[in-house]
């Protein structure tokens, strides 16, 4: 998992690079191979990528999908592109997944993060997830006909949390909501959330891991220069990002448990992401 959130002048210097470190990183996963037991781990079952371009209320966000390895793909490395040109350096959001399951029942486009959903008050919720949860607890906290229940058989449980969580928030992203997942959470929760609607975008992104023996492969880094940051999965950053890169200082990896919030209203100016919201579900 990667993600981008700010100013896309800092394409060059903060996007780019670990935007190749995260490509290179799902061919072949050192840190993956030892937890599962498998040699040459890569996350071959699927790509994607949320982009939302802000400039005041001049909005856009889309999510591209494929079930191509990321690594055979090789997304542009371009922040914008030329269509993107008329906002003038929006602030903008980027994440990306690329997904590994063992579950090959759901390797298909439809299990392929990010997943968008509707909240009960209409507004979007977009997530992307790294780590196991308790699919079927979590199904049974889902106000849904049996019937329709059936059908989240069909998709990962990443999904079903989403499903979940989209039935629980509103307007806001809330830190108890956060913590709540613990309750359901077998190995990680390392999530990236967008909540959007017509006033404003909300992001949180975060980890927590179960089993501290297991903290190398579910550690998430960041780096924030105030107008830019972005925050990795560890495998891109300590094997794939390289060495002027990491040199280049500001790189720090997040508790067990810490979770950043950030929020942008349209009608207002963008604060400086020294302002992030900071909470922890341990």
Known sequence: MFGFIGDPGFEDTLYKPTLHAFVSSSYEDPYAANIFKRANFSHKEGWGVFTALINGRKVSYSIRKSLHPVYIDKPNDKLLNSEDERYYRPFAVKIFHARATSEKSTVNILNVQPFEFMTTSGSRLIIAHNGAVD???LIGMIDEKESYKKIFEKYS????????LSSIIQDDIKHEQIKNLKEFTLSALNISLVLLNEEKIQVVFGNYYVNDEEKDYYKLYVKNLRDALVFSSSTAVDFYLSADDKQNSGWFTLN???FYKFEVNYSKKIPKLEDLTVFNIR
């Open 135 to 137: 699919k079927q607890k």
């Open 157 to 164: 449980d990443t999904y079903v949390m989403g499903k979940y």
């Open 256 to 258: 067990n448990g810490d």
